[in-house]
């Protein structure tokens, strides 16, 4: 393991023995598979934001139609998701974070073309997966209510 900025390609090592590149081939296809991890955790995240959405949206519906409202007093809708729905968003957090824990492990070895693979995977990911980030209006949330 080098410590140093490096170009290393044959004969790198990454994570484990059995991470032994030994082609030019084996490289390059451990460069892709790392841009696509990235952007793959970029997804995961679009598909957590998603999912809070939804479970949002079903206790909403469930309240409007029993004719409650959700903590209106304060102005806002708060929301505290089920113990399964809770689990869910726990388990998709947990495949984020250990992806992103490896791909840091990844990023330690220095080597150039893997912390390029890193950036623009990162990217690439973000311009899929991150469109439903953009809020409408300055200092205004999802809803519309001004923010603090």
Same mark, same amino acid.
């Given at each position: ?92 957090? %947990? ?7 490896? !791909?840091? !492990? ?13 950036? !623009? ?17 300055? %200092? ?9």
């Amino acid at each position: 393991i080098s410590m140093l900025w490096n170009w290393f390609t044959v004969d790198a090592c990454f994570i484990s023995k059995d991470w032994h590149v030994r082609s030019n081939v084996a490289f390059a296809f451990s460069v892709i598979c790392v841009f696509i991890l990235v952007a793959l955790v970029e997804g995961v995240r679009r598909f957590g934001r998603e999912y809070d959405r939804r479970i949002v949206r079903l206790a909403n519906l469930s309240q409007s139609d029993s004719g409650s409202n959700l903590n209106k007093s304060e102005g806002v809708g708060l929301f505290v998701p089920t113990w399964s729905q809770q689990a869910i968003r726990a388990s998709i957090f %947990g495949v984020q974070f250990g992806a992103a824990y490896i !791909l840091m !492990l990844l990023a330690m070895y220095y080597n150039g073309f893997i912390i390029f693979a890193i950036i !623009l995977g990162g990217t690439a990911g973000h311009f899929v997966f991150g469109r439903d980030t953009v809020v409408s209006g300055t %200092g205004t949330g999802e809803t519309g209510a001004a923010c603090c």
